[in-house]
Nanobody, 121 residues
Framework: QVHLVESGGGLVQPGGSLRLSCAASGYISSFDARVWYRQAPGKQRELVARITRGGSTNYADSVKGRFPISRDNAKNTWHLQMNSLKPEDTAVYYC???????????????WGQGTQVTVSS
């Protein structure tokens, strides 16, 4: 059974930085992409960043250039470095993995509790 634990969230002023970490226990295929999603109040959960086994990355337009994603396969962890934070980045952030099925990435059901990120002065 896979268990994901997010950490690193908190309250930060606009322009500040946070580094989110995801620690995984249980077996996760190395072929799975590692991802970060977020859900703001009253909004749907959205993909923030994805990193594949080969290191290819995808980002939501709203975070491109600000939120680099990285993974450490040996430690089964992945991270989201959040720079130049804006109030609109306020959300609960979730890590997960995705599997490629017929040319589309599909999130697995490994959702954890998430970590709250609040950007406010």
């Amino acid at each position: 059974q896979v268990h994901l634990v997010e950490s690193g969230g908190g309250l930060v002023q606009p322009g500040g930085s946070l580094r989110l970490s995801c620690a995984a226990s249980g077996y996760i295929s190395s072929f799975d992409a590692r991802v970060w999603y977020r859900q703001a109040p009253g909004k749907q959960r959205e993909l923030v960043a994805r990193i594949t086994r080969g290191g290819s990355t995808n980002y939501a337009d709203s975070v491109k250039g600000r939120f680099p994603i990285s993974r450490d396969n040996a430690k089964n962890t992945w991270h989201l470095q959040m720079n130049s934070l804006k109030p609109e980045d306020t959300a609960v952030y979730y890590c997960n993995t995705e599997v490629l099925r017929t040319a589309a990435w599909v999130a697995r059901g490994y959702w954890g509790q998430g970590t709250q990120v609040t950007v406010s002065s």
